[in-house]
């Protein structure tokens, strides 16, 4: 039965650290289309979540956590408006290095590991239930 629980500590801390990246993703879209205020102004950098596997010493088990929220270094998209407020001298605009379709993916992904580890608690819980069932 020991077993049972530490199945379902590490599926709630894969759900949780799921949720975590669910927001990111989320604040990622939010902000897709910020731009910047003045010239030189950097607009939005997409952020990543970083995990990390970590002993719980209470059950003797790994689980993952959350290590940290980084920024993502790839390259601002320009685009071409010299009346907008933050263009270059050149007449372009940085955009957010966001993009809704790798956010999409990335939801889906997180979405997926979040059902999976759903359905291996409920399936603990199932087999917690009949285990108790035989012992009555």
């Known amino acids: 039965m020991d077993d049972l629980f530490k199945s379902m500590r590490i599926s709630s ?13 989320s604040e990622n879209v939010a902000n897709a289309d ?3 205020e003045k010239p030189g ?7 990543k979540i970083i995990f990390k596997n970590e002993l719980d010493r209470n059950l003797g088990i790994n689980t993952v956590k959350v290590h940290k929220v980084i920024e993502d270094d ?5 685009f071409f408006d010299p009346a907008h407020p933050a263009a270059d001298e050149n007449g372009y605009v940085e ?13 889906r992904e997180a979405q997926r590991s979040y059902d999976a580890n759903i ?3 409920k399936a ?4 917690l239930q009949q285990t108790i069932g035989i012992l009555r």
């Open 119 to 121: 359905n291996t608690i």
């Open 34 to 36: 910020s731009l910047p």
């Open 95 to 107: 955009r957010p290095n966001v993009s809704g379709l790798m956010e999409m993916m990335d939801m």
């Open 41 to 47: 102004d950097e607009p939005y950098r997409r952020k």
């Open 74 to 78: 790839g390259k601002f998209k320009k």
């Open 13 to 25: 801390a894969g759900m949780k650290v799921q949720g975590a990246r669910l927001r990111v993703i």
């Open 124 to 127: 603990s819980k199932k087999m």
